[in-house]
């Protein structure tokens, strides 16, 4: 069972440029995550997921966005990079319903945006 | 809204040395408190949760942690330390109302000194 897995794993973007971070989960979970995680700042939120087909903004939304086209996958774009949001991101998921369910955590992808 | 402040941004112990790691949480409902930790280069695992029920809840390695709704805290203790406990803990909050959103704090170094 892989759980959640994030593409790339590293990643350097010139300022300006675009990519797209792919999160893939196999657990059939109906809510999907994206974090950003910095020095001294936790995990903030930046947008979120709660079914196939819906996405809803977080804490750090701007600069980024998202889509939930299959249940398993969320995508986090951003459309032109700049050096704030050199960052390591980490996508979740969780079951539907609970707010007390567990979350599980992708490994993580270390974006430089230089 | 929710929040979680974590005081401390780092704590460094002795190994065999008991541990308290401080967790504040602000809410006007409710709430399902949660600890994660994650170990160096890898993403964030549910340590321990509460939902309902015993104020004390343990982990399988050794953590525990208390709810104390009159100070709003959910501190995490452990007795004797190991070096395995090495890690970065982060306390959340999320409502059990609302499955969608779940917060961290800014989260709390943990290392431990041989």
């Known amino acids: 069972n892989a759980g959640v897995t994030q593409t790339p794993k590293f990643r350097v973007l010139k300022t300006g440029q675009s990519m797209t971070l792919l999160c893939a989960q196999d657990m059939n979970h109906e809510y999907m995550y994206w974090y950003r995680q910095d020095p001294g700042m936790g995990l903030r939120l930046i947008h979120y997921?709660?079914?196939?087909?819906?996405?809803a903004k977080g804490e750090v939304p701007d600069g980024y966005n998202v889509s939930r086209l299959k249940k398993q996958n969320f995508l986090l774009g951003l459309e032109s990079a700049a050096p704030s949001q050199t960052s390591v991101y980490f996508c979740?998921?969780?079951?539907?319903?609970?707010?007390?369910?567990?979350?599980?955590f992708g490994q993580g992808t270390r974006l430089t945006v230089v | 809204a929710q929040s979680v402040t974590q005081l401390d941004s780092q704590v460094p112990v002795f190994e065999e040395a008991p541990v308290e790691l401080r967790c504040n949480y602000s809410?006007?409902?409710?709430?399902?408190l949660f600890w994660y930790v994650q170990y160096p280069n890898q993403g964030l695992q549910l340590l321990l949760k509460?939902?309902?029920?015993?104020?004390l809840v343990e982990s399988i390695n050794g953590f525990e942690a208390e709810f104390n709704k009159s100070q709003t805290s959910f501190h995490l203790r452990k007795p004797s330390v190991h070096i395995s406990d090495t890690a970065e803990y982060f306390c959340a909050v999320s409502d059990p109302s609302s499955a969608s959103k779940i917060i961290f704090g800014s989260g709390t170094r943990l290392s431990i000194r041989p």
């Open positions: 509460y939902l309902s029920g015993s104020t």
């Open positions: 997921s709660v079914g196939e087909g819906t996405t």
């Open positions: 809410s006007s409902v409710s709430v399902y």
């Open positions: 979740a998921s969780s079951d539907i319903g609970q707010g007390g369910t567990e979350a599980f």
